[in-house]
């Protein structure tokens, strides 16, 4: 099998992990979904017992505009792919993770400084 190397700064290589991994933890969201394509719309108390969250912190966060959220009229209402998704995007790196990026970047540095000869 051939082997092909590329060249990509850390920056790069922190961006793919990450999409990488979004994209998965997205297709274990998608599936215990039960394969629905569909967008669902959830009410505020919705919203709390999906994210697990009082009611209080909700409103604290739709006020900062912290959280993605629809309003026509008075009634809020969530995309639940946007709270998937906006829960997904504070996620921290677990030890596989970091140990996976860690390895990679080795990999870059080793081939950067062959380039560099």
Not at 80 to 96: A, N
Request: proline share 2%; aromatic share 6%.
């Amino acid at each position: 099998m051939g082997r092909i190397i590329i060249e990509i700064d850390q920056e790069e290589l922190k961006e793919i992990v990450q999409e990488a991994v979004r994209n998965v933890l997205q297709g274990f969201a998608v599936n215990s979904n039960n394969d629905s394509t569909e967008d669902e719309l959830l009410n505020v108390e919705e919203a709390c017992a999906f994210l697990k969250m009082k009611k209080a912190t909700l409103y604290q966060k739709t006020h900062k505009r912290e959280i993605p959220f629809m309003k026509k009229g008075k009634p809020l209402f969530f995309s639940k792919k946007d709270l998937i998704e906006w829960r997904l995007s504070g996620k921290k790196e677990t030890i596989e993770e970091a140990v996976l990026r860690a390895e990679l970047e080795e990999e870059h540095m080793k081939i950067k400084n062959q380039k560099k000869r």
